[in-house]
């Protein structure tokens, strides 16, 4: 299958630059597989989609203020980098930004002198593993100097200290409680601790689970076709409390209903729901038959991203991209700051 046929036109003002201005002011598209009805509701509708015993999968990691700022220790030059991941404690995969690429062995100044690294390996597309050192925790250090680790479509002209102080608290779900994301799992920034409970009291469960978001999981495809596609790894935890929740609702008739792809890519690894922990790089594409999913939350996604062919083969391609046509003829807001659709 073609990677252009995932293709479709966005006018770049509905690219959303900013969070609207509550988590509960989003816009919710509801598309029903079955008939193809498409509805135009708020994420607080969300109430009326969902009843008892439905369980509701929410993906709980944290994203870290992974963007910092420093410079060779040499020359001074400036860099900025993104930390990916921690691959063995102290060792970081990164992206990095520099006007001339250190030399493996050479030093950096990190984060006002609060840190200190050394070039390990490097990589391809701006990638490197760095060895970072620090008299205190690390995560203390970004949490006073690191920058949320906003996705490229997001540019804004200046970023203001308030602005960076905003986007510290709304880059990130309200029940994030696991560090290690290097991008936000975006459809559950639209839940309130309000919304939340307003679905636990009419009998919806809620199972949370992990898996650390990389930025491979943003990145469009650029294979002619998508089967050749390299698909990236992504570390998942399942516990045993949430598995149980997951299958009583299953039991008893509910439906799994997967809060983002993050979540439906964990789903969606295991044979069996169970409590696991490990590394999936699934790609779900049509044809694909879920065993674990019933309906998902979801984003608007980029062209020709995995993400959007997973959404293909949960609602069927040409489904979709009609559902994409409505948005963007409703001026629907897309990307991580953008609105949602709950396909069912």
């Known amino acids: 299958m073609k990677t ?20 509960d002011m989003a816009r919710m598209m509801v598309l029903h597989r079955d008939t193809g009805l498409i509805e135009h509701r708020c994420i607080t509708s969300i109430v009326d989609y969902l009843r008892a015993p439905d369980v ?23 860099a900025e980098l993104l930390l990916l991941e921690e691959t ?7 992206l990095m930004k520099t006007s001339r690429r250190p030399k493996i062995g050479e030093s950096l100044i990190l984060c006002s002198g609060k840190a200190r690294a050394t070039m390990l390996y490097d990589g391809e597309q701006g990638e490197a593993v ?16 690191g920058v949320p680790p906003l996705p490229p479509y997001i540019a804004r002209k200046e970023q203001s200290a308030d602005q960076i102080a905003i986007d510290k608290q709304r880059y990130q779900t309200v029940y994030a409680s696991a ?12 839940f309130t601790p309000e919304l939340l409970q307003t679905l636990e009291n009419q009998g919806v469960g809620k199972a949370e689970l992990t898996l650390h978001v990389g930025l491979g999981t943003f990145r469009p495809v650029s294979a002619e076709l998508i089967t050749d596609h390299d698909m990236h790894h992504e570390r998942y935890a399942v516990s045993k409390e949430a598995a149980r929740t997951i299958n009583a609702a299953k039991q008893a008739g509910g439906r799994v209903v997967a809060v983002g792809s993050t979540s439906v890519r964990t789903l969606e690894s295991l044979p069996a729901i169970e409590q696991a922990e490990g590394s999936t ?38 489904q979709m ?6 948005a963007v003829q409703e001026k629907y807001r897309f990307f991580s700051y953008g609105d949602c659709m709950l396909i069912l």
């Open 4 to 23: 252009d046929l995932f293709n479709y036109e966005l006018p770049p003002e509905l690219i959303a630059q900013h969070p609207a201005e509550r988590r």
């Open 56 to 78: 509701l999968v929410l993906n709980n990691t944290k994203v870290i203020p992974a963007r910092i700022f420093g410079h060779k220790a040499a020359s001074g030059g400036k």
């Open 88 to 94: 063995v404690p102290g060792e970081w995969k990164v």
């Open 130 to 145: 760095l060895k970072i050192e620090s008299d205190r925790p690390l995560m203390e250090i970004l949490d006073e100097e």
């Open 179 to 190: 560090p290690g994301a290097a991008a936000a799992p975006t459809a559950g920034l639209h």
């Open 281 to 318: 790089n699934i790609f779900i594409h049509p044809p694909y038959a879920f065993r674990n999913v019933d309906a998902i939350l979801t984003n608007f996604h980029l062209p020709k991203s995995t993400l959007l062919m997973m959404m293909s083969a949960f609602a069927g391609r040409e």
């Open 321 to 326: 991209l009609r559902a994409y046509e409505t």
